[in-house]
């Protein structure tokens, strides 16, 4: 009797086996962030908890940004489309006005039957933009990215700029809106900041995640600091000797480069004390360098306050967790700040992956990766099908790198920043590999001939202090033709209201 009770239950037994393990998915984006953390060799950085992290997975040494600005960027996550393929190059513009029926990364979770949350900053909400809801089984909870404590900081309390371009208010009238400080130090317990709210809500979608097994969990945390302004506790501060951040080797722009491809202060103009033109001042420059580390270290703790709960409620074992940073940031390189370029300092960025039964602990990878890999890689660890479209789908699955660190699946990686050059829409399209950085300027469609040039040697000049293009054509041809191997980059786009859909 028992031996055909087995035999009669065996299929059933075999079915119940083979019904594959959905892993929860912990995106842990992080606003402004470069490898200012110890696991990326940084010895100015406090950062325990990434550096934990990174022990636990691997590490990419070699990750870029698609575009070295927030809302493209978080566009290119979510998509997994270069911004490139959709000709969204700005803050303001929703990608469903350029492809209205995308299927997002999360979309995608939730369309096979994952819990998708978004906590803080995910998509770029702010000068003009909105998130997506279409994205999310309940709608995202946002969280402040402009915050002060004491209102001497704000104006007395006004509505400052970019406090305004966040929360878009009176975006007509920014220049006429008086400016936020540019940082803040206070006594205050860490969620008297948004990240540490931040934190203590994916704490509770953690815990609600653990009282309902039977439904997979893609919680999407978007941490804003080290984002401007630099308010963080002043324990954070304290963390950090500000007489150790030393000023930047070089302070001047490559030399020989386009003069519109870099910039000076960029958004650093929207606060207070700092002024309207450069110079910086040392004192004022290693007040900037040591508000941008506390602020890592800030979220640093925060972070590492979710990792802690994801153990204690033994979730750690099935759960895939990434660690991306949006875009990189200039600290006064090249007489530089804030992001906006193509350079190496706005657009390397910190991308740890752990994933259980795949990655080995601790490992690290030169593979070249970008930000629209995250996709194809999360869907392929997951055991998703893959997402084709409708838009252009851009990325490769980093899932054999995991695997082994020494596999690569591609030989470059590539990113973009426009600029006006003679009053004329210009886009400097990249190509990075382990060694060089090669940057086309020109209009999209326009002839070879009409391009401007940049070359990289970062084996022999890791500050980019000199443009090699004219010295080095035969490299130059070797990377243009890699350049050649992507299509023809889309022009901006050109908004028609009718095809803007709210979600």
């Excluded at 997002?104 to 809801?133: C, M, S, V």
Aim: hydrophobic share 40%.
């Amino acid at each position: 009797m028992r031996l055909f009770l087995f035999l009669l239950l065996a299929p059933v037994m075999t079915l119940v086996a083979a019904k594959p393990v959905r892993p929860n998915v912990l995106l842990i984006c992080v606003d402004d962030l470069k490898p200012a953390l110890g696991c990326y060799s940084d010895a100015l950085a406090k950062t325990p908890n990434l550096d934990r992290l990174a022990a636990r997975g691997m590490r990419f040494d070699l990750a870029y940004c698609n575009q070295s600005v927030c809302a493209p960027s978080r566009n290119n996550l979510l998509l997994g489309s270069r911004s490139t393929s959709l000709g969204i190059y700005n803050l303001s513009d929703n990608f469903r006005m350029a492809v209205p029926d995308a299927v997002t990364l999360p979309q995608h979770f939730k369309n096979y039957g994952w819990r998708t949350e978004a906590i803080g900053k995910i998509l770029h909400t702010g000068h003009g933009n909105h998130d997506d809801e279409a994205s999310w089984s309940v709608p995202p909870v946002k969280d402040k990215v402009v915050e002060y404590l004491d209102p001497a900081n704000s104006a007395n309390g006004q509505l400052t700029r970019e406090e305004a371009f966040f929360t878009n208010q009176q975006l007509g009238r920014i220049r006429e809106l008086p400016r936020g400080a540019a940082w803040e130090s206070s006594d205050v317990a860490d969620n008297a900041y948004a990240d540490g709210r931040i934190a203590d809500a994916g704490v509770l979608r953690l815990r609600a995640a653990k009282k309902n097994p039977g439904e997979p969990l893609f919680l999407a945390l978007g941490f804003v600091k080290p984002h401007l302004p630099f308010t963080a506790p002043k324990k954070y501060w304290d963390m950090h000797d500000r007489a150790a951040f030393p000023l930047a080797a070089r302070a001047t722009p490559p030399e020989d480069a386009p003069a519109y491809a870099g910039k000076t202060l960029g958004e650093l103009n929207n606060y207070d004390p700092v002024p309207q033109e450069p110079p910086l001042t040392d004192d004022m420059q290693r007040t900037l360098m040591h508000g941008y580390y506390a602020s890592v270290s800030f979220m640093d703790a925060q972070v590492g306050r979710v990792l802690d709960e994801l153990d204690a409620l033994g979730l750690s074992d099935k759960t895939i967790i990434v660690l991306w940073g949006d875009h990189g940031w200039h600290l006064g390189d090249h007489g530089m700040w804030t992001k906006h370029t193509n350079y190496e300092q706005a657009n390397r960025i910190p991308l740890i992956i752990v994933a259980p039964g795949i990655t080995v602990a601790g490992s690290r990878t030169k593979q070249p990766a970008e930000t629209v890999d995250i996709l194809p890689t999360l869907v392929e660890l997951a055991g998703l099908p893959i997402l084709n479209g409708p838009q252009p789908m851009d990325g490769i699955s980093l899932v054999p790198v995991l695997r082994d660190p020494l596999t690569r699946v591609r030989d470059h990686a590539t990113h973009a920043f426009p600029r006006q050059r003679d009053g004329q829409f210009v886009l400097g399209r990249a190509i990075r590999t382990e060694r060089y950085r090669l940057v086309e300027w020109k209009k999209p469609g326009a002839a070879a001939d009409t391009a401007d040039l940049e070359l990289y040697d970062y084996q022999e000049d890791p500050l980019e202090t000199r443009n090699l293009a004219q010295m080095r054509p035969e490299v130059v041809a070797g990377l243009l033709a890699i350049l050649s191997r992507h299509p023809e980059a889309v022009p901006p786009f050109a908004p028609n209201k009718k095809k803007n859909t709210k979600n």
